[in-house]
């Protein structure tokens, strides 16, 4: 099996600085934004995010967490996954426009597990989707509105996310027998 890096610590970084300053523009600036992310590496990458935009903008964006565990349609098959905690910033939703954020977007049923895990918190203005990587191969009819990198890849490959907040490095590799 080989691996290779596609995106290095400055890849990233950029990615995430054009994410936010997509997000600013799309809003008419930073005004009724939340913005959460889906643990694990999602929440590190939300909160950058969040960051970046208040760096850009001046104001503060409020920033949490959003566990999707229990609303996953795989937990038949894969029950070891252990929640994470939900956090919603002090408002809530309501009204507000939600930017969730996630690492890798593939089959898309980890963002539809994330809007059902949201419909019970509140009821949004309107919902984005940001994500570092989009490697394609939708089961679902979701598409992100901001991507830091298109990543076309074969099914049985595997996209590999390191951020120095949880894992102490950062980049992202894709395995594969012919990566």
Known sequence: MSTRTVLHEADIARALTRI??????????????VILGI???GVALARRIASLISDFS???????????TMYRDDLHRNPTRSP???SIPAGGVDGRV????????????????ALDALQDIGRPAAVRLATLVDRGHRELPIRP???????PSAADERVNV??????GEEFVTIEGSEA
């Open 20 to 33: 936010s300053h997509e997000i600013l523009e799309s809003n008419r600036g930073p005004d009724d934004i």
């Open 145 to 151: 509105d901001f991507v830091g990198k298109n990543l």
């Open 98 to 113: 939600v930017v969730l954020v996630d690492d890798v977007l593939f089959s898309g049923r980890s963002i539809r597990s």
């Open 162 to 167: 390191r951020l120095a907040e949880v894992d």
């Open 39 to 41: 643990p694990t590496r």
């Open 58 to 68: 001046g104001a503060s964006v409020p920033v949490g967490a959003l566990d999707i």
């Open 84 to 86: 994470q905690p939900t």
